[in-house]
């Protein structure tokens, strides 16, 4: 009998010791770049992909106990369906009602970008999310307050565990997750990610290979290559909105030719993201495409490309903008938009 007690036993701590060790697996996620996409700008060498890294991501984004009313997470002013933007808010709502000053930008192909806002305030993906997460007007969280909710919830201790070697609850290690996650919002499988690949279902018409053409003589040289964005800051002629006196990169370096510049935005997803400009004043692409061909306005440290001896803007056609838009759809990407990963629940 004791015999058998003891084999039992021995089962039995084989069995929970099989158990622990299946918890403890992270499988490392083999991320592929896209053949028509530039070179990664993230390093993920000290940061690498992995299922259960990407998982905690994936719960810190959505947890609106980040925010000091338990409300406002990150997923709420990036809502996946629109490319995670906050659409049709011309600036985003965060805790107590409280309204931003600037219309919140997607989230996608982050990995790719070197910097980030609108003013590029943060220049590494691992150190973008503590603005909004400690900004007044946003999330208002408080980073020893959200640190001590993690350290005293089960599925946080959990996810710690199975997402990092060292297991550890803390800011350094919740950043890495948010930019695993991050890492993952890939948008690379539009109409015309098809087209470039060569790939089925990547079938342009003609109207949409006009609208290619006149985009690449007219729009390319910011909206570079298949990210559609150079990453660079620029004036584009907006007038001066006296409502919020937005300085634009100014206020990160205090350059005076800093000012009013902002960063070129990734045209991806872009049926999807209004409204448009820093400010969100532009509800429809054509409105922007009107400010590009009549609406752009010499202020201080206008965009040279945007001054051709005098002339302002960039010369357009009622039929070349129905032509580029018709263009722009193409880089909708259906696929992230309701790729079941991403999504909250």
């Excluded at 004791?2 to 010791?17: I, M, N, P, R």
């Excluded at 609108?118 to 999330?139: K, Q, R, T, V």
């Amino acid at each position: 009998m004791k015999k058998l007690l003891f084999f039992a036993t021995l089962l039995l701590l084989v069995g929970c010791s099989s158990d622990n060790e299946s918890e403890y697996q992270n499988i490392p996620i083999n991320y592929q770049v896209p053949s028509n996409f530039p070179p990664l700008a993230y390093n993920m060498e000290n940061n690498p992909l992995t299922e259960k890294g990407f998982e905690l991501g994936k719960k810190i984004f959505y947890d609106g106990r980040l925010a000091s009313d338990g409300v406002v997470a990150c997923g709420f002013c990036h809502i996946q369906e629109d490319a995670f933007t906050h659409h049709g808010h011309t600036f985003s709502h965060g805790v107590g009602d409280g309204i931003g000053t600037r219309n919140a930008p997607p989230i996608q192909n982050m990995a790719y970008q070197t910097q980030f806002f609108w003013d590029g305030a943060a220049d590494h993906i691992e150190l973008l999310s503590m603005a909004p997460i400690s900004n007044e007007l946003e999330m208002n969280g408080n980073i020893i307050d959200i640190i001590t909710m993690m350290q005293n919830d089960s599925e946080y201790q959990k996810l710690y565990r199975q997402a990092f070697d060292n297991g550890e609850i803390n800011s350094e290690n919740m950043l890495k997750a948010l930019a695993q996650f991050m890492t993952m919002l890939t948008s690379s499988n539009s109409r015309f990610d098809k087209y470039k690949r060569n790939e089925t279902g990547g079938n342009l018409t003609q109207i949409e290979l006009d609208g290619y053409a006149i985009f690449n003589q007219k729009c390319a040289s910011c909206h570079a290559t298949d990210i559609f964005t150079d990453n660079t800051f620029r004036n584009n002629g907006l007038s001066i909105n006296p409502q919020i006196q937005d300085n634009g990169r100014y206020r990160v370096t205090e350059q005076e030719e800093d000012r009013y510049i902002f960063k070129v935005p990734s045209l991806r997803n872009i049926e999807k993201t209004a409204p448009y400009m820093h400010d969100g004043r532009f509800y429809t692409l054509e409105a922007v495409l009107n400010h590009y061909a009549s609406g752009v306005t010499n202020t201080q440290n206008l965009d040279p490309i945007l001054n051709n001896n005098g002339t302002l803007g960039i010369p357009l056609t009622n039929d070349e903008k129905t032509k580029i838009i018709a263009f722009l759809k193409t880089l909708t990407d259906n696929e992230f938009l309701t790729d079941a990963r991403f999504a909250e629940f």
